[in-house]
């Protein structure tokens, strides 16, 4: 299981609409069904992941979820403003973005020793399971115009439903920013070719610092061009899409807006 599938799961699960807090509370139950997915672990290796991600867990609940609820109370308080902030709110992002650094660098340890523990077989396994996830999402790429509906669909998701002059907009958008599944994958693979390179010389003294070095650079500090295209497309251009369009401001106190801000706030006091 990749720290990457990890941080995922746990920022997916918390900030998703759907049975939040129940799939959160039981999250050392679920994620090895997940991990499952990509890798045949051992009895012993299965111990040693459930230790880790208990002990992870725990942390993410101690130390980042009150982080989590303090950025999104600067957030709403934001969105309550007459004159909409949007370089403020894009900084509150900017934070949450922090957090997930803050997952990475948590569970590097964790990783380092299991993935020492592997063998020849669970590491060819494992990489095999990531090319076909990577098969998988070209398969289902979007097009063209799913790509703008969709752009549609994700946002009246979560800030109600969207004026004919607001899709409009959105969808011009989406077009000057289409689907980034190609470039995507792409740096999925040139990732997945350098770290099974690495995972080959595990038994390598120098192995633990190298591995963390290269987890490090890949998702806290992304130096390729297709992973910093992703990223800035994804993290930058979408937050100025809704605010450029005065969608948030137009938005915010919507009955989808607030219900699924309740979701969140719920979540998090609990």
């Known amino acids: 299981m990749s720290v990457r599938s990890i941080c995922i799961l746990l920022l997916t699960l918390l900030l998703s609409g759907c049975g939040t807090q129940f799939a959160y509370n039981n999250l050392t139950l679920i994620t090895p069904w997940y991990v499952d997915d990509y890798i ?8 040693i992941f459930k230790g880790h991600l208990k002990t992870l867990h725990e942390w ?16 709403q308080t934001e969105l309550a403003a007459d004159d909409l902030n949007t370089q403020a709110i894009s900084q509150q992002f900017l934070k949450l973005r922090t957090r997930w650094e803050a997952i990475i660098l948590k569970s590097t340890p964790a990783i380092i ?24 999402r070209l398969a289902e790429m979007d097009s063209a115009e799913e790509h703008s509906q969709e752009s549609v669909e994700r946002i ?3 800030m109600g439903a969207l004026s004919p002059d607001q899709i ?18 792409a740096a999925h693979r040139a990732f997945q070719t350098e770290l099974s390179q690495l995972m080959s010389q595990a038994i390598m003294a120098d192995y633990p610092a190298r591995l963390g070095i290269l987890l490090s650079e890949r998702w806290i500090r992304p130096r390729d061009e297709n992973s910093l295209r992703c990223e800035s497309n994804n993290c930058k251009h979408g937050w100025n899409c809704l605010a450029s369009f005065g969608l948030v401001q137009a938005n915010s106190k919507s009955d989808a807006f607030g219900r699924n801000y309740r979701v969140i706030f719920g979540m998090l006091k609990s």
Do not use: C, G, M
């Open 40 to 47: 045949d672990l051992d009895r012993q290796q299965k111990a």
């Open 60 to 75: 993410h609940r101690r130390s980042e979820l009150p982080i989590y609820r303090e950025i999104l109370l600067e957030i």
């Open 113 to 136: 020793e299991i993935s020492q523990s592997l063998t020849d077989e669970q590491r060819a396994s494992f990489f095999q399971a990531l090319e076909e996830r990577n098969e998988k």
């Open 156 to 158: 009246e998701k979560w």
């Open 168 to 185: 409009d907009q959105v969808q011009t958008y989406a077009k000057a920013y289409p689907d980034l599944t190609e470039p995507t994958v």
